[in-house]
């Protein structure tokens, strides 16, 4: 299957991140123009070779900062095609249990995993009605669907919180031909996950624990969400993509 993304742009945050490293690289590779937001600056090298990949550091519960990068991106492109928010913290250490998590903690998660989404929506979706078209993919996770006795708490929040969002915009924005889409990873190898570097035991327990007997990889969610943008998925809107290696399949 072809995918064609000519003359296409796109906005992607969260962008240095080991997923949205990855998204962005094939959002290059199709030729679509690419605006990379994050407070880490990718490599030298990697925006060398992707070339329709132009970089910004801004953090994304600045609001002023944020719409000012994405307006002039849109000034010079004419169009914003795709948003693909790949935002979030996972702090393991301060993220427990909604009993005895820090209200401070709390409120911080939701600013950059949630805020931010609707920071984003307020910037770009406006844009995308000036040209009748939008396809937008946010990365949630697995953790937003099921409880935890070792729980992540504002983060398993917030995610679920970003699904009933995404799926209003999709009803919201229909009309306008934008559609809204998330993506749930499970266990994927990133930075966010050092604690498989410091122990790769518990690495491997839990690839025991996984039916397709391995956690995934960036490419896995890029693939993924790329399809979700393109033409192919035009009928396909205020849905959630599970991409966990069977997880959630299990009883």
């Not at 690419?34 to 030298?44: F, R």
């Not at 690839?207 to 990889?217: C, S």
Request: hydrophobic share 40%.
């Amino acid at each position: 299957m072809k995918l064609s993304f000519k003359g296409k742009s796109a906005v992607i945050t969260g962008a240095s991140g080991g997923m949205g490293l990855e998204i962005s690289k094939k959002l290059s590779e199709n030729n679509i123009s690419v605006l990379m937001l994050d407070l880490q600056s990718p490599s030298k090298d990697f925006l060398l070779k992707n070339k329709n990949c132009k970089f910004k550091q801004v953090d994304v519960t600045d609001f002023k900062k944020l719409k000012s990068h994405i307006d002039n991106f849109y000034k010079n492109n004419k169009s914003i095609d795709y948003l693909i928010n790949t935002t979030g913290v996972l702090w393991f250490d301060k993220d427990v249990s909604a009993v005895d998590i820090s209200s401070d903690i709390w409120d911080k998660v939701f600013e950059i995993n949630l805020k931010s989404m609707m920071y984003l929506s307020k910037i770009v979706v406006p844009l995308m009605k000036k040209n009748s078209f939008g396809s937008m993919v946010h990365i949630s996770s697995i953790d937003a669907l099921s409880g935890d006795d070792k729980p992540q708490d504002a983060y398993g929040a917030s995610k679920a919180a970003m699904i009933r969002l995404s799926k209003s915009f999709a009803i919201q924005f229909a009309s306008n031909n934008i559609r809204s889409n998330i993506v749930l990873p499970g266990p994927i190898d990133t930075g966010m996950q050092i604690r498989w570097k410091n122990n790769p035991k518990a690495k491997k327990n839990l690839e025991k624990f996984i039916p397709l007997n391995k956690v995934g990889k960036p490419e896995d969610i890029s693939n993924a969400s790329i399809f979700l943008l393109s033409d192919q998925a035009s009928y396909i809107t205020g849905t959630e993509l599970i991409v966990d290696g069977g997880i959630t399949s299990k009883p």
